[in-house]
Structures are given as structure tokens and as C-alpha cells.
């Protein structure tokens, strides 16, 4: 593929070309009722790569009011495993960052207060950033202190004056979703306090690679970083890569702590990222050309063990009406015919049906009313708090349908 966009990267302009074309897709979080099929928007979802600084975009940008509104429908708290992980991250925060009297923390992507909410407890100053307002509401009854406005550089300015600097900003699975970083970089340098951090954590362009999770590519997820791409943006905005961790959650991430450019010495961790993404040729081309093979592969696998179920007439249902898994219905042409529904927890997806390809969405509840022969587990990042809730499946005869790496039954 490879052709040139005919616009530059998003974050220095440089030349990028086009890698992935995975086709016309709906928002990936905005699930129809029944009388609102005429309604659904489409963008174009491609992949594009920097020649000049390696990072990884998409090639159409959908406008923010569209995905985060009032109704954006997920809730980071529904997740046991999540809720445990941002409670280890806000007390180790509080414990490391947040020591000083008056300390201030600020949250990107707040979401229902999953994080903060221990921060909150700790009678620690703070703001979340977070414009949809549903589930900002949700944050303040956990007594978190949110704004519901777009975090870039003009509202950074007004928590500046208002609160004063920053000593951490803290986001997760957020960063990746602001085309408009420069504004975002702008703001955080304009916030942070000398020796302040900038801390976020996103899905990993290594982990996606090696895992061919082609369902990490989504309209919200505009970025897909390195450590080499991080690096590389933060020091156009006077901001320096410091530390980086590998963390396991949502299918690998990585956390990268920015500091303000010489204010701290960057770990070895930082060095040694470097040193393995350049051995495994991470940010280069050719590994998303590998790629992109490893996803058409995926996709003639995965339809070819559905059609051929339902030709046996067994019954095939998903778990987990995630985000992700907009991608792989719709990229695969999957719809109620193959997948008869996908139960989830989530109390606005319920009841409605799954973006462009209209599969409905039943709660948990319905898994075992009868359970299914087969169940295609779109919630891959929360397989082990499923499996350790529905081992009735299994034992009633079940059998699990993965598809990242590859595709198979167990
Ligand atoms: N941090 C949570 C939520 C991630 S979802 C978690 O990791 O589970 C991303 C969130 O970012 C959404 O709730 C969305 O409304 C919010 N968001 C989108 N643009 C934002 C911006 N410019 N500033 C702050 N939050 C934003
Ligand atoms: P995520 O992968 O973006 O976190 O989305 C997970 C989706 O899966 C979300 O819609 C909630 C749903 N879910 C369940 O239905 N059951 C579960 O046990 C978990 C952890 C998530
Ligand atoms: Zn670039």
C-alpha cells in the first residue's frame, strides 16, 4: 500500500504514508437503538506512519463532540481489575509525586472517577478533566472535582490561574486519543510545575504489533506510540521522555513520565526500551507492513470458523461489547447472522446494538439463558476477570473463541 496521504503528521508535519486500510467504520462507542440505524456516522479508519518522526496515526480524524458527549457510554469502573490497577496507581502517586503540602494533581480523561477517587480520599488537591458529562457526574458522587471541558492548552491556561501549577498530570488511555497534542503538550508544559511529571499510559504500538490486536485501531485511538515517538514529540514541546514501565493491562501499555526538558535524568528504563524497540525494528515500516499481512490473515480465519459453525448450526454469541471489537465486526463483515448477540455489563450498551454491524447488546446476565455453543470473546484485555466469572460456560461445554494472536478455540 503505502501511498502518501496527501497530508503531513499530525504532530510535525513531516511525510507520512498510509499502511492499513481497514475500511468504512462507525463511531466505535456509539451503540444505536433500533430506530436510529439511518443516523450512524462513518470515517474512514487508516493507519498512517511518520517517516520523520516514527509515529503511528490515523489518516481521518473524527471530531471530538462526536465520540465525548453526554451519552458516551464507558465506564472504566465496571472492570475489577482495572478498578484495583488505578487504585495501586493513585496511591503510588500520593506516595511518590504528590508528598508535598498543597500538592496538585490533574487528570485527562477522568472517566467515572476510577482513579481520583483515591486521591479524593486522601484530602489531596486535584481536578479531572472530563467532557462527557455522564460520566463526570458519575466521578463527582465518588467526590472528585471535575470539569467536563476538553483538556488543551487553552483550558490548561485557566487551571493554571485558577489552581495554580501541577505537580503531576496523570492520564490513562486518553493521550492516544487527542489529534490535537500539540495544544495537549502545550498545555501540560504551561501547567506543570518545574519538577512536575506528565504521566500517561496507552496501548502499546510494540504489543499491538506482536499480538496483531488489530482491534486496538479505532476511531478514539488516534495514536498508537513507541517510546521512540513519545520521545521524539515530547522534546518539540520542551518536554523530555524520563521513565517508561511496561504495564499488563488492556493487552500491554506502556506508562511514559515526562518531565520538563533537563529537570530529571531519565531512567535506564528509558535506554533500554529504546535499545529493544530498535532491535525489533518496532518503529519502522516494515514491521507494519508484517502487520498488516498477520490482519488480513486474522480476518479470512476468524470468518471462515464462523461460517463454518453456523453451517454445523452451533450457536455463537461475543463477550464484551468493547470498543475494539467495532473494528472486528466491521472490518470482518460480522453481523447478528454469525454472532447471534454480545453480552456486557455496561447499562448504556444494554438493550441497544453494536456500532454498524447491529448485533444487540444483552446483559451478562443472558450468557447462561441458554449459554451459547461458542462465545467470541471481544473483551480479550479482561479475559482472565471473565473467565474467573464464567467458568459455567466451559463446564457446561462452551468453548471460547480468541482471535488476538491468532484464531482459535478453546
Ligand atoms: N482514564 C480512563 C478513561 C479512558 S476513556 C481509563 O483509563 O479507563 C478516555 C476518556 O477521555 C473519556 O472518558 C473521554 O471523555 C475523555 N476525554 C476525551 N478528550 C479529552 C480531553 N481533551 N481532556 C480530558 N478528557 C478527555
Ligand atoms: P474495554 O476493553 O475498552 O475496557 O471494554 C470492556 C467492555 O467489556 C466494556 O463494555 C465492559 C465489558 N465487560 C464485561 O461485559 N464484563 C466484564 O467482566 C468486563 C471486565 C468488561
Ligand atoms: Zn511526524
Same mark, same amino acid.
Given at each position: ?12 508535519? =513531516? ?7 481497514? =475500511? ?21 479508519? +487508516? ?47 500520593? @506516595? ?6 498543597? %500538592?496538585?494533581?490533574?487528570?485527562? =480523561?477522568?472517566?467515572? /472517577?476510577?482513579?481520583?477517587? #483515591?486521591?479524593?480520599?486522601? @484530602? ?15 466521578? *463527582?458522587?465518588? &467526590? ?10 487553552? #483550558?490548561?491556561? &485557566?487551571?493554571?490561574?485558577?489552581? =495554580?501549577? %501541577?505537580?503531576?498530570?496523570? +492520564? ?33 504500538? /510494540?504489543?499491538?504489533?506482536?499480538? $496483531? ?17 513519545? *520521545?521524539? #514529540? ?16 488492556? &493487552? ?6 515526562? +518531565? ?24 519502522? $515500516?516494515?514491521?507494519? *507492513?508484517?502487520? +498488516? $499481512? ?25 463477550? @464484551?461489547? #468493547? ?73 457446561? @461445554? ?13
Amino acid at each position: 500500500m503505502a501511498v502518501a496521504t496527501g497530508h503531513g503528521c499530525r504532530i510535525c508535519g =513531516g511525510p507520512v504514508a498510509e499502511m492499513l486500510d481497514l =475500511g468504512r467504520h462507525p463511531l466505535s462507542d456509539a451503540f444505536p437503538r433500533p430506530t436510529e440505524l439511518a443516523d450512524e456516522f462513518f470515517y474512514r479508519l +487508516a493507519l498512517a506512519r511518520c517517516a520523520d518522526c516514527t509515529m503511528v496515526q490515523l489518516v481521518e480524524e473524527v471530531p471530538r463532540e462526536r465520540m465525548f458527549h453526554h451519552d458516551y457510554p464507558y465506564r472504566s469502573s465496571l472492570s475489577a481489575v482495572m478498578r484495583a490497577h488505578f487504585t495501586a496507581t493513585g496511591r503510588e502517586l500520593l @506516595g511518590t509525586e504528590l508528598t508535598r503540602p498543597g %500538592a496538585f494533581c490533574v487528570e485527562l =480523561g477522568a472517566n467515572d /472517577g476510577v482513579m481520583l477517587r #483515591t486521591v479524593a480520599k486522601a @484530602g489531596v488537591r486535584h481536578l479531572g478533566f472530563e467532557p462527557s458529562a455522564g460520566v463526570a457526574e458519575l466521578a *463527582r458522587r465518588q &467526590g472528585v472535582r471535575v470539569s467536563t471541558t476538553f483538556f488543551e492548552e487553552e #483550558t490548561a491556561a &485557566g487551571v493554571l490561574a485558577a489552581d =495554580g501549577p %501541577a505537580d503531576v498530570i496523570y +492520564a490513562a488511555n486518553t493521550v492516544c486519543h487527542l489529534p490535537y497534542l500539540d495544544s495537549v503538550l502545550r498545555g501540560a508544559r504551561l501547567l506543570l510545575a518545574p519538577d512536575g511529571v506528565f504521566v500517561f499510559e496507552d496501548p502499546y504500538l /510494540g504489543d499491538i504489533l506482536a499480538k $496483531a490486536a488489530f482491534d486496538q485501531i479505532y476511531d478514539e485511538h488516534f495514536y498508537y506510540f513507541t517510546a521512540h515517538s513519545v *520521545r521524539a #514529540t515530547a522534546a518539540r514541546f520542551g518536554l523530555e521522555l524520563v521513565d517508561v514501565r511496561r504495564l499488563p493491562v488492556h &493487552g500491554g501499555e506502556v506508562r511514559y513520565t515526562l +518531565a520538563h526538558t533537563g529537570r530529571r535524568t531519565p531512567s535506564a528504563a528509558v535506554a533500554e526500551l529504546l535499545r529493544e524497540e530498535q532491535e525489533r525494528g518496532v518503529t519502522g $515500516a516494515e514491521a507494519l *507492513r508484517r502487520f +498488516a $499481512a498477520d490482519v488480513a490473515r486474522t480476518r479470512q480465519d476468524l470468518v471462515t470458523l464462523l461460517r463454518s459453525l453456523r453451517e454445523q448450526g452451533r450457536t455463537v454469541a461475543a463477550y @464484551g461489547a #468493547t470498543a475494539k471489537s467495532a473494528t472486528v465486526t466491521n472490518y470482518c463483515g460480522l453481523g447478528p447472522e454469525l454472532v447471534a448477540y454480545v453480552c456486557d455489563t455496561t447499562p448504556a450498551k444494554q438493550g441497544r446494538l453494536t456500532p454498524g454491524a447491529h448485533i444487540p447488546v444483552r446483559p451478562p446476565a443472558a450468557f447462561a439463558d441458554p449459554y451459547p455453543d461458542y462465545a467470541l470473546l471481544f473483551a480479550w484485555n479482561h479475559a482472565d476477570e471473565i473467565m474467573a466469572k464464567e467458568t459455567g460456560f466451559r463446564a457446561a @461445554g462452551g468453548r471460547w473463541i480468541h482471535y488476538v494472536p491468532t484464531v482459535c478455540v478453546r
